[in-house]
């Protein structure tokens, strides 16, 4: 059988190859090409960011499980994948120490306006300019999943005051916590920095948008270690432009990579990372390992450890 590796930072001859090789498969890494044409004759895939659409999926006919080292998956169609009896295996979980802490130090570069202060040394300058702590600021949580839990630790630690919105809260997490849970525009109204953590779909695509950019204090910033389409771009901009918010730092964008006729490349208070909140070589150490594990069960006849479509997980 044949495993497709898409995963950039996954290589021949790393951790994930050999473990793959050591089960009798055939690994083939994606290096160019159309994804449409790669997948033909493949039975399992280890997936990046590629766009598994019904397209891709219906050109691989022997396809039985992609195992996506993240833990998103809305780069694959999983109704198509779920009615050609394909599993979809995230590894959700293996990187949310990672994302937290790089959402702690966008609040902190927000903070402080690291960004700023270390262009202005670099070309001559010495300004100081007054930043302001963390401890006693509001952080606003918009999804209390396993990363937003995490990011509302590390807050709680530093003492700032947690509140977080989630359609399907863990009122256990919350109250062990205390973190407070809140309505949407409350949590909007009230934090200092807005942080995002919740999955893409139709119901959260353009979830913050000018309405919600509106409700926001002018001094606070929008981090979002999510997904791009959360935000809607356009909107942030023109905020941003009317003074409306004090920043914000993105790791995740629209599109990727950031086009170079963005706005937001137009404004000094805005930080953009390369989506490289996860990576960390802990984290891709365990995601790598964590999905090629889940193609090696679906192809040995097992149920892998986690799939969002489970009736096809075996």
């Given at each position: 059988?044949?495993?497709?590796?898409?995963?950039?930072?996954?290589?021949?001859?790393?951790?994930?190859?050999?473990?793959?090789?050591?089960?009798?498969?055939?690994?083939?890494?994606?290096?160019?090409?159309?994804?449409?044409?790669?997948?033909?004759?493949?039975d399992?895939?280890?997936?990046?960011?590629?766009?598994?659409?019904?397209?891709?999926?219906?050109?691989?006919?022997?396809?039985?499980?992609?195992g996506?080292?993240?833990?998103?998956?809305?780069?694959?169609?999983?109704?198509?994948?779920?009615e050609?009896?394909i599993?979809?295996?995230?590894?959700?979980?293996?990187?949310?120490?990672a994302?937290?802490?790089?959402?702690?130090?966008?609040?902190?570069?927000?903070?402080?306006?690291?960004?700023?202060?270390?262009?202005?040394?670099?070309?001559?300058?010495?300004?100081?300019?007054?930043?302001?702590?963390?401890?006693?600021?509001?952080?606003?949580?918009v999804?209390?999943?396993?990363?937003?839990?995490s990011?509302a630790?590390?807050?709680?630690?530093?003492?700032m005051?947690?509140?977080?919105?989630?359609?399907?809260?863990?009122?256990?997490?919350?109250?062990?916590?205390?973190?407070?849970?809140?309505?949407?525009?409350?949590?909007?109204?009230?934090?200092?920095?807005?942080?995002?953590?919740?999955?893409?779909?139709?119901?959260?695509?353009?979830?913050?948008?000018?309405?919600?950019?509106a409700?926001?204090?002018?001094?606070?910033?929008l981090i979002n270690?999510?997904?791009?389409?959360?935000?809607?771009?356009?909107?942030?901009?023109?905020?941003?432009?009317?003074?409306?918010?004090a920043g914000?730092?993105?790791?995740?964008?629209e599109?990727?990579?950031?086009?170079?006729?963005?706005?937001?490349?137009?404004?000094?208070?805005?930080i953009?990372?390369?989506?490289?909140?996860?990576?960390?070589?802990e984290?891709?150490?365990?995601?790598?390992?964590?999905?090629?594990?889940?193609?090696?069960?679906?192809?040995?006849?097992?149920?892998?450890?986690?799939?969002?479509?489970?009736?096809k997980?075996?």
């Open positions: 059988m044949r495993v497709l590796v898409t995963t950039a930072w996954l290589q021949p001859g790393d951790h994930v190859d050999r473990l793959l090789q050591e089960e009798g498969f055939e690994v083939v890494h994606k290096r160019s090409g159309r994804l449409v044409d790669l997948v033909r004759e493949v399992g895939v280890v997936a990046g960011t590629d766009a598994f659409t019904a397209e891709v999926l219906a050109a691989a006919p022997k396809l039985k499980v992609i996506r080292t993240g833990a998103g998956y809305d780069n694959i169609d999983t109704e198509a994948a779920t050609r009896g599993a979809v295996c995230p590894t959700p979980g293996v990187n949310r120490r994302v937290a802490e790089h959402t702690l130090a966008l609040m902190l570069n927000c903070a402080r306006s690291l960004p700023q202060n270390i262009l202005s040394v670099r070309s001559g300058g010495w300004e100081q300019p007054s930043g302001r702590e963390l401890a006693g600021a509001t952080l606003g949580i999804g209390l999943g396993a990363i937003g839990k990011v630790e590390l807050g709680t630690l530093l003492g005051e947690v509140l977080a919105y989630d359609p399907d809260l863990d009122l256990d997490f919350a109250t062990r916590t205390g973190v407070r849970a809140v309505a949407l525009d409350e949590l909007l109204r009230r934090a200092d920095f807005v942080s995002l953590h919740i999955f893409l779909d139709d119901s959260t695509r353009h979830l913050i948008d000018a309405a919600a950019l409700t926001m204090k002018p001094t606070a910033y270690t999510a997904r791009g389409g959360v935000v809607d771009e356009d909107a942030l901009a023109d905020a941003l432009e009317r003074g409306e918010l914000a730092a993105l790791d995740v964008v599109v990727e990579p950031l086009p170079a006729a963005s706005r937001l490349r137009e404004h000094d208070n805005v953009v990372t390369a989506h490289v909140g996860a990576a960390t070589t984290s891709r150490a365990r995601s790598g390992r964590m999905a090629a594990q889940a193609v090696i069960d679906v192809l040995n006849g097992r149920a892998p450890a986690f799939t969002v479509n489970p009736q997980g075996s």
